[in-house]
Every structure is written in structure tokens, then in C-alpha cells.
């Protein structure tokens, strides 16, 4: 029996159902996934917005990421809504991690920012500074074809430098929209 329309008070939907045809238009699969990481901890200027090394990938199903200037980059055609994702792990050489933020850059211009110094993130070396902390911080946002990415960090230390580790991740994926 060939079904027209599916009307739920007809159909017991906890019934385990065999398709023998083709089921289309149901779910997809998001494209130009992409995932990459800091390979090695990273000394960077204190108190000063840094674009965050991300030079090992784990995976870039369309080649998208750039690993020698750290940026993603829309490819060709494939224009649309984009969720990106960051970590940065923040620490500095002697306990004294003040603050930090995260950005995100479109085209080298800033587009979000996420401040981070809370009490459930960071471990407090006891003189109210922190020994270190992680910041993550997503977005989604529409992209055309040549856009550009790039995950930057702002960390601020009373004394020693800040460092980022090699724990920072930068992802990526196009939404089916």
C-alpha cells in the first residue's frame, strides 16, 4: 500500500518499519568539515590580540584549511551558513593568568568576541590570579565563496607570558540549510 499522505492519529510511529524504496529528503550530511589543532605551546604578547597558530589538521574534507596562515577558507561554490568552533587553552610561565577572550576575524575583521574569567573554568593559584584556563566559543555565520577565518586570542598575565597551548583547537562545518 502506497502511502499519499501520512496522517500521525493512522500511523503507530513506534512500529519498526522496512523501506524498500528510497527515503530522500530526510536528514543530509554537513560538508567542508574541517579540524585543526596548535601542535606545540605557543609564547605570545601579553595583553595583545594574537591569531592563534593552528598548524596541525585533524581532518579538512575540502582542503579548505590553510595551516601555514591558520585560516579557513570558503571554497569555490560552496557559499552558505558556517558553524565554527574554538578553544583556546590559556596559561602563562609563572601562575598569573588574569583574563582572557576569544574572536573570531571574517576577512581580518573582527566579528564575535567571548570574554572568559569565571569561577568554573580556571583554578585559582590563591592571589586571585589563575594558573590557566580553556575558552571555547562558537558561532554560525553566513559566508560567500573566498571568505576567510582565522580564531584569535587576547590573554592577559600579572607577571611571566602567556602562553597558548598546544591543547587549542579551530573547527568548522557548512550547515544543510
Known sequence: MAFSKIIAESMDLTDTFAFTGTVT??????????L???NSGDTISNASWTKVTIDTE???TASAFDTSNYRF?????????????????????SNRLRDMRTAFYKNGSHISTK???????HADSGDGNFRGFSLTHSII?????GDYI???TY???????????????FGGYKLNT
Not at 530526510?26 to 574541517?34: D, I, V
Open 25 to 34: 529528503g530526510a536528514g543530509g550530511s554537513n560538508k567542508n568539515l574541517f
Open 36 to 38: 585543526a589543532y596548535n
Open 58 to 60: 585533524v581532518y579538512d
Open 73 to 93: 577558507t570558503v571554497p569555490s561554490g560552496e557559499g552558505g551558513y558556517y558553524k565554527l568552533y574554538g578553544m583556546v587553552n590559556g596559561r602563562n610561565t
Open 115 to 121: 570574554y572568559g574569567e569565571s569561577a568554573w573554568n
Open 141 to 145: 555565520v553566513n559566508l560567500s565563496a
Open 150 to 152: 582565522e580564531l584569535y
Open 155 to 169: 590573554i592577559t598575565v600579572s607577571t611571566g607570558s602567556p602562553i597558548v597551548d598546544e591543547i587549542t583547537i
